[in-house]
């Protein structure tokens, strides 16, 4: 590990798949790391898979609940003393076109998707002033571009880009603002369990220009770029990791 001993990370929905690996990742290099998410199971395996000497520390919250919230982040100021990153990873898919999407799901999908986005970030705002730190939303290639039958995904995912434009500005020079955009991801989310010759995995490398699909290490070592010194002129960065998928214009190969 790295002597970057007096760091703490909050990372939420880290206790599986791209949350978990970020957590591993700032705990390598040093850091306190707090994995926030609904399922103490969940955090706590990651909190157990640290490496030796490594401390984090799993706490339970629904992000959708501002009280919960505010409460969790006064207690992480109240018990470490200070914050210098937050990563805004929590979200889950959702699936079905507008006509299919019941208000219900629809409302449910933003309280996840981008709801937990503002409530985190809201929350977190004065400490990560106080250490001029930064924050981190991991939004999604889905944020970026439409897909079929993920309507209310599209949509909040959208809506993290220009939240992440908008809080970069109003929050400078402070604390910087960015998000990766990770896309088709092994072991997280409805890929969990899925192996790369899995014929949908597959299709997916097909299309991809790096000619495979990622893996939730691959998607945590650009957050901890985005986090750390070496980024400190970038804010408001918008950062595909989808293995140039973003870069083609969606038509088919015409020449050899």
């Given at each position: 590990?790295?002597?970057d001993t007096e760091r703490v990370v909050v990372v939420t929905g880290g206790g599986s798949g791209i949350g978990a690996a970020i957590a591993r990742r700032f705990a390598v290099e040093g850091a306190t790391v707090v994995v926030v998410g609904r399922t103490r199971e969940k955090l706590d395996r990651t909190a157990a898979g640290a490496p030796v000497g490594a401390k984090v520390l799993a706490r339970t919250a629904d992000l959708t609940v501002p009280d919960q919230v505010d409460t969790l982040f006064a207690s992480i100021?109240?018990?470490?003393?200070?914050?210098?990153?937050?990563?805004?990873n929590a979200g889950a898919p959702a699936f079905g076109a507008v006509d299919a999407v019941t208000p219900d799901a629809w409302r449910a999908a933003m309280a996840l998707n981008l709801d937990a986005v503002f409530h985190a970030s809201r929350a977190a705002l004065g400490p990560l002033r106080a250490a001029r730190g930064s924050i981190v939303n991991?939004?999604?290639?889905g944020g970026l571009g439409g897909d079929y039958g993920m309507a209310a995904y599209n949509a909040a995912k959208?809506?993290?880009?220009?939240?992440?434009?908008?809080?970069?500005?109003?929050?400078?020079?402070?604390?910087?603002?960015?998000?990766?955009?990770?896309?088709?991801?092994l072991g997280t989310g409805i890929t969990a369990g899925l192996a790369a010759e899995t014929p949908v995995v597959k299709a997916f490398a097909e299309r991809i220009p790096l000619g495979r699909v990622a893996f939730p290490e691959e998607i945590a070592s650009v957050v901890a770029f985005l986090a750390g010194p070496q980024a400190r002129y970038v804010t408001g960065a918008q950062l595909p990791v989808d293995g140039g998928l973003s870069a083609a214009s969606g038509q088919p190969r015409i020449v050899p």
């Open positions: 590990m790295s002597a100021k109240a018990e470490l003393g200070r914050l210098d990153v937050l990563v805004n991991v939004g999604s290639t959208g809506a993290v880009v220009n939240l992440t434009r908008a809080m970069a500005l109003d929050h400078a020079p402070q604390v910087r603002v960015n998000a990766v955009h990770p896309g088709f991801t």
